[in-house]
């Protein structure tokens, strides 16, 4: 399994059959490192309507066989674009994928979308994804506040492998309250998302890192444009 940054909350991972992408801000994205021409992709899950979620997701699922996966207000807006293979979901529903199920969970958002026309048009409940990679467990917080609901997500048997969670704040829960939401996730490993793209949500990583220095969670900072990778089969 490979794991790409590509900045803000755009996360590419797969194997050499499948290729998924969240939130694919790359086009006008301050932190872009690949071209869109360059990504194989065979899934892309949106948390949002806000244009530095759904970003670049219409063009990449245009392309043959490419499937989004989304709630249901971005998927009819994403059809009326000329999108045809959609998985539209709601909070709480999933989908079975080759690779494992995708959950849709809660965020505290929201989640306009902006038309090409400037229009704002309603885009549905915000949200996150807790996803199963080859039984890996990734969960993609979106934008969010800290949300009890987080607490949900907690499996005892089956720790989350890699948390993907907001730190910039302004938008969205802060390193802080991002402290809070590590010991309630319990993840091995934190990545943090959604900072320093724009002034408003610069920050420094240091009380984070502090933290994790002490507590069972590994933070480890991705620059964009890097990549990690393993065996994507886990162990049992
Ligand atoms: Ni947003
Ligand atoms: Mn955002």
New binding site residues.
């Given amino acids: 399994m490979f794991l790409t940054y590509l900045g803000?909350?755009a996360v590419y991972f797969g194997n050499d059959n499948y290729q998924v992408i969240i939130d694919p801000f790359l086009t006008g994205n301050p932190q872009k490192q690949v071209e869109i021409a360059e990504l194989k992709v065979t899934h892309v899950l949106v948390t949002h309507g806000?244009a530095?979620?759904l970003g670049d997701a219409l063009e990449l699922c245009r392309r043959q066989g490419v499937q989004l996966i989304a709630n249901y207000e971005i998927c009819r807006y994403a059809q009326q674009f000329g999108v045809e293979n959609v998985v539209a979901l709601n909070v709480g529903g999933s989908s079975e994928t080759p690779f494992g199920r995708v959950k849709m969970v809660s965020a505290i958002h929201s989640s306009t979308i902006e038309a090409p026309d400037g229009q704002l048009l309603p885009g549905g409940l915000a949200s996150g994804y807790m996803i199963e990679f080859f039984h890996r467990r990734l969960y993609h917080a979106g934008?969010t506040a800290l949300t009890l609901d987080m607490k949900l997500l907690k499996n005892k048997k089956n720790r989350i492998d890699i948390a993907f969670l907001?730190v910039g704040g302004t938008?969205?829960m802060d390193v802080y309250d991002a402290i809070i939401a590590t010991k309630w996730l319990k993840p091995k490993i934190v990545i943090p998302i959604?900072y320093d793209t724009f002034p408003e949500i610069e920050v420094s990583l240091k009380p984070l890192q502090r933290a994790y220095a002490k507590g069972k969670t590994l933070c480890k900072v991705m620059k964009p444009g890097t990549t990690v990778r393993g065996s994507y089969e886990k162990k049992k």
């Fill in positions: 803000h909350s806000h530095d979620h934008d907001p938008y969205t959604h």
